[in-house]
């Protein structure tokens, strides 16, 4: 499957903004969608997942309460609301796929498809 994200942009503490991923190539329902995010400097690190069915997600510590994923299986589409956003949110956000899993965290390497990424910047 290949994927698309876009909807990155610049907006300040406090402010949402809506990443989108979109996939095509394969079929798409049969996959988990994973977000994950990389600054400057740093290691990519899991940011949420939703499972193949969307009945179930996942989110790390920092985010959650603030985002949400969520996915669209007729649009092909997985989505992640980032919402009371904070300088530290700033990286490259990438959507991943992952065949037949549920939105358990995994190893980067387990990935079958990546996104280009998104540049989110949280002015404070």
């Known amino acids: 499957v290949q994927l698309q994200a876009s909807g990155g942009g610049f907006v300040q503490a406090g402010g949402s903004l809506r990443l989108s991923c979109a996939a095509s190539?394969?079929?798409?329902?049969?996959?988990?969608m994973h977000w994950f995010r990389q600054a400057p400097g740093k290691e990519r690190e899991f940011v949420a997942a939703?499972?193949?069915?969307?009945?179930?997600?996942n989110y790390a510590d920092s985010v959650k309460g603030r985002f949400t994923i969520s996915r669209d299986n007729a649009k092909n589409t997985v989505y992640l609301q980032m919402n009371s956003l904070k300088p530290e949110d700033s990286a490259v956000y990438y959507c991943?796929?992952?065949?037949?899993?549920?939105?358990?965290?995994?190893?980067?390497?387990?990935?079958?498809?990546w996104g280009q990424g998104t540049l989110v910047t949280v002015s404070s």
């Open positions: 991943a796929a992952k065949e037949y899993s549920d939105s358990r965290n995994l190893p980067v390497a387990d990935f079958d498809s």
């Open positions: 190539g394969r079929t798409f329902s049969r996959y988990a």
């Open positions: 939703i499972s193949w069915s969307g009945l179930s997600t």
